[in-house]
């Protein structure tokens, strides 16, 4: 049921990754190896399962990787350390580092030290810039460019169109309403000090939900016909996973949807495998 309004990220990590394979076979007929190393501190179950999903995806693209694991425990001198031997290991394309830190390593001064063009998940405030400023030199943050690539995919007009993105953090939110805004989008944001949200998130043609808020957004929200991308990823208290949006509800007044689990998430890694063929290439020109 519903079938027909689905987007589902398999098809679109399906159709990015035929491509990845065609480069990472070019690069390595020309000796070079596509590689992502990531950064961990701890082995949280939120990093594994995106490691679980980051490890597919290169080994489908013929790309190497490797997990430094830090102790729960270590320091911020010991995980700039650990950075800096990745940014000098010239075997290394691409360093994810798993966030959020533990609460004794200061994000925002280890961010200055990845090697930018490393930064394959858009983690250096250079990379970030280029974001803002429409600069395409540098990499997309894998999720909000996931988002991006499934609505291309799925032939959602961008162009004029009002988006609403509820959600402005740093990962997440901000970015995506940068990407678009080059995509030429006419974009809100929103957040949890917007007033009358329900008023105006059911103005939009398209919304997308990155707040972290289980199953909060229900059909008074979402204008009919309307196209929804659910990025968030939230369980109750018995374990069950679901997303922003409250699914069963939505679906029946919107004209495309995103499940949770099996949309966002899916893109999210393919994506990082192509920044990882681009920082290859960047690093060897
Ligand atoms: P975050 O840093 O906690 O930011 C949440 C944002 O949502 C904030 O801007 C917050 O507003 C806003 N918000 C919270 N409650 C709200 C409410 N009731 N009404 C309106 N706005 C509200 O989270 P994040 O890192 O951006 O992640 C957001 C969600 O995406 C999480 O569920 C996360 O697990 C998921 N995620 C998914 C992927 C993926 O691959 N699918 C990747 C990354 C994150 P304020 O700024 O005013 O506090």
């Known amino acids: 049921m519903f079938q027909e309004k689905m987007m589902f990220g398999k098809n ?3 159709f990015l990754t035929e491509s990845i394979i065609e480069d990472v076979e070019k690069l390595k007929n020309e000796g070079f190896t596509p590689k992502l190393a990531m950064l961990k501190v701890g082995n949280k179950e939120e990093d594994a ?3 679980r999903g980051a490890i597919n995806r290169c080994r489908k693209c013929g790309i190497e990787n490797t997990v430094v694991e830090l102790d729960e425990n270590c320091t911020q001198a010991e995980y700039i350390e650990a950075l800096q031997r990745l940014n000098e290991d010239r075997t290394v394309s691409g360093i994810l580092c798993f966030r959020p830190l533990p609460k004794q390593i200061d994000e925002d001064i280890v961010k200055y030290y990845i090697n930018e063009k490393k930064d394959v998940d858009c983690f250096s405030p250079i990379n970030l810039s ?3 400023s429409g600069d395409k030199t540098g990499y997309s943050p ?3 460019m996931g988002v991006v690539e499934i609505l291309k995919y799925y032939g959602v007009e961008l162009t004029g169109k009002s988006v609403v993105v509820i959600g402005r953090s740093l990962v997440v939110g901000k970015p995506l309403s940068m990407l678009l805004l080059s995509e030429n989008a006419t974009v809100t944001v929103c957040h949890s000090k917007t007033l009358n949200l329900k008023d105006v998130v059911s103005n939009a043609d398209i919304v997308i939900s990155c707040i972290g808020r289980f199953e909060m957004i229900n059909k008074d929200y979402i204008k009919p016909g309307a ?3 659910d990025v968030g990823i939230n369980f109750d208290d018995n374990g069950k996973m679901s997303g922003d949006i409250d699914f069963e509800d939505v679906v029946k007044q919107a004209s495309l949807i995103t499940p949770v689990p099996g949309g966002v998430g899916a893109v999210t890694t393919s994506v990082l495998a192509r920044n990882i063929v ?3 290439k960047v ?3």
């Open 12 to 14: 679109v990590a399906d």
């Open 49 to 51: 399962s995106y490691q």
């Open 130 to 132: 280029k974001v803002f």
């Open 142 to 144: 894998c999720t909000p």
């Open 227 to 229: 196209v929804v991308v």
């Open 278 to 280: 681009k920082a290859c």
């Open 283 to 285: 690093l060897n020109k």
